[in-house]
């Protein structure tokens, strides 16, 4: 099974961190997160699978637009990390967001249910005739989201826990993903 570009999943959450939460930013307006993305059957009784997952979410135009940067380990101890950019783009002065990756395997809309933008649903559609629906929310601890994906081979629910970091573990998490020197 594909375990498609999962940096939209965390793009709502991320943007949400421009509203000043707490969450650590370094200058120029950017954040960084790291956790878990467990990968559920629909009712989220049966774990399928799970993964690291470490963002960086740069504000730009005053939060007209963001990029998110997800990397996520290899599919094996010797394969290097995968890395996925996801880009937003407000639409004019409203609460809604487009969504698309720099791969074209999605596009769709976050939509935020306040001028902070705390809170968010999703309405994404991917390129292999699948969707994503869910909702997302950011803490002064960080992001937690849940979606169902449906319209594929294997429906299935996502959640994600995403703690806010600095900069520095950013960097060491993703570092950790990275194999030994010579195993590529």
Known sequence: MQFFKVGFIIIGAALSACAGTGAPKAAGGTAYYYGQVSYLSPDGK???NSTDS????EMLDGGARLIETVTQPGSGHSMRPKEFVTKLKRRKKTLVYDASDSGGTFTGTLTFKDRRLRSWTYRIKLKDGGAIKGSGRLSPEGIKTEKQLTGTGR???IREDLKAVTEQEYEMRVNEMRPPGGAE
Do not use: F, G, Q
Request: net charge positive; aromatic share 10%; no cysteine.
């Open 46 to 48: 049966l774990p399928y």
């Open 54 to 57: 470490a963002v960086k979410r």
């Open 155 to 157: 429906p299935m629910l």
